[in-house]
């Protein structure tokens, strides 16, 4: 069965820089998309940006210039650099990845302070 691993989550202040991972295992398909998805206390889950398989990138309005996506297909891990964090970025962060199924990780806390 298809796995995904985050990590990186944690406690910042306003201003701070996270590093999120998330590292597929049993992978025996091509993925074509990988993104990262967060859900805020009493908010839909939404899409904060996402990477094709051919380098292709999308990001939410909210996090434009802050948020990098970034993917090593190779080792089916895709990562996500968020800078000038802000307090309204708290949430939980899920990858999520599409090939032949679509996969999802157990999602990895991030909590912004003011």
């Known amino acids: 069965q298809v796995q995904l691993v985050e990590s990186g989550g944690g406690l910042v202040q306003a201003g701070g820089s996270l590093r999120l991972s998330c590292a597929g295992s049993?992978?025996?398909?091509?993925?074509?998309?990988m993104a990262w998805y967060r859900q805020a206390p009493g908010k839909q889950r939404e899409l904060a940006a996402a990477?094709?398989?051919?380098?292709?990138?999308n990001y939410a309005d909210s996090v434009k210039g802050r948020f990098t996506i970034s993917r090593d297909a190779a080792k089916n891990t895709v990562y996500l650099q968020m800078n000038n964090l802000k307090p309204e970025d708290t949430a939980v962060y899920y990858c999520?990845?599409?090939?032949?199924?679509?996969?999802w990780g157990q999602g990895t806390q991030v909590t912004v302070s003011s």
């Open positions: 999520n990845a599409v090939g032949s199924d679509i996969y």
């Open positions: 049993r992978i025996r398909v091509s993925i074509v998309y």
């Open positions: 990477i094709t398989s051919g380098g292709a990138t």
